[in-house]
């Protein structure tokens, strides 16, 4: 009777559990759900080291450089290393901060010299629950692993109910990969840059999906910024408040020198460099130099929002000098005229780039400027 009585009580768990998830299913038709109301969660995503780019995108090859030797750095691995993120960096020797805007563009400006904010930029990034990938302080350069953004998932009641039980159960079918990049105007002033790239999963017939580039958002790349500047000053990643000074729009021109074309900004060298640096990463140019005193990123082409296709006969002999190819090198040299700064795409070899190329990458930069 005892038995009986366990196995009708046994029959009815799993008769509520698969009623509820059934509901689950049902519920991920109602689009009337409401979702949180901030644009990323990744303390919540699991690891998905294992989607370096997700699937069906293609990876150009980056210089070994730029790579960790041991691999991601984890928030474990960061603790092991005996470097406390809370204790030793409480209070940094921060004289000002300020968010700067330009159009769609943001930066932080930190009164501290690099070294003493590179520690806490890796805390940060541990804070959101993001894994970095790569981290080069001597090019001043961090990239994070691809991360799933939870935000987008509906917070229904029974989500609630049942998301720590079934976590695993949902995937918001998004992943975002962000690069920290920090400049050193001078000694005792850092300039944070951070870029968005976002995958997205979509469906195809029979079941099937496949990862697509989206547009980066550059409201999250804000975000981040104001997170960050709150972290720095020893408040947890998570709380509002910094102080922006916002710039207006530059006016950018096309222009040409025999027959070359390029882009003439109306703005002086310094402030273009700044932005460029922003947009590259943009537009899909990873930065893997730069010479500030000559005017010079060196970059590789990783591919746009979109996925780019190479024919057979590209992948055999490197692609076509009339267009821009995936993983191929570049350079942008901008130089001085007074109260104007002129942008050039170059090769690998700092000659000029063909025509078509040089209005493809400039092209880019311009719908930046202009966004």
């Known amino acids: 009777m005892k038995k009986n009585i366990q196995y009708k009580s046994l029959i009815t768990i799993i008769s509520l559990v ?20 901030h644009k990323f969660d990744y303390k ?20 070994s450089t730029y790579t960790i030797n041991n691999g991601s750095v984890s928030a474990v691995a960061y603790k092991h290393n005996n470097i406390d993120s809370t204790s030793e960096l409480k209070v940094l020797p921060i004289k000002g901060m300020q968010i700067k805007r330009s159009g769609s563009m943001s930066w932080l400006e930190v009164q501290a010299p690099a070294d003493i904010l590179w520690s806490r930029l890796i805390a940060f990034w541990s804070s959101l629950g993001i894994t970095l990938k790569s981290n080069e302080p001597r090019v001043g ?19 609630k109910a049942l998301g720590k039980v079934f976590q695993d159960t949902y995937d918001a079918g998004i992943r975002d990969k962000f690069r920290l990049r920090v400049e050193k105007p001078s000694a005792n002033v850092t300039n944070i840059f951070i870029s968005h790239r976002r995958a997205e999963e979509k469906l195809l017939g029979e079941g099937g999906v496949k990862w697509e580039m989206r547009p980066s958002d550059p409201s999250l790349e804000a975000e981040l910024l104001n997170r960050l500047s709150i972290f720095l000053q020893g408040s947890r990643a998570g709380s509002k408040s910094a102080m922006v000074v916002t710039h207006s729009t530059t006016p950018i021109i096309w222009s040409s020198v025999q027959g070359k074309p390029m882009l003439k900004v109306a703005e002086d060298i310094r402030s273009t460099w700044l932005k460029v640096g922003m947009m590259l990463e943009r537009i899909g140019m990873s930065i893997e130099g730069q010479d500030r005193t000559s005017g010079i990123y060196k970059v590789v082409y990783r591919g746009g929002a979109t996925k780019e296709k190479r024919g057979w006969f590209s992948r055999i002999f490197k692609g076509n000098k009339n267009r821009l190819d995936v993983g191929a090198e570049y350079q942008l040299h901008l130089s001085n005229t007074g109260n104007h700064t002129l942008i050039t795409a170059m090769n690998e070899e700092g000659q000029p780039v063909s025509n078509a190329v040089a209005k ?12």
Do not use: H, Q
């Open 141 to 159: 350069i961090m990239e994070t692993e691809w991360a799933e953004n939870r935000a987008g998932l509906p917070m229904d009641w029974l989500r």
């Open 44 to 63: 919540n995503s699991k690891s998905v080291k294992s989607l370096e780019v997700p699937p069906d995108l293609t990876l150009p090859e980056f210089d």
């Open 18 to 37: 698969s009623v509820m998830l059934l509901l689950a299913s049902c519920s991920r038709l109602n689009t009337s759900l409401k979702l949180p109301d």
């Open 360 to 371: 493809e990458i400039l092209g880019k930069l311009k719908a930046e400027f202009e966004r």
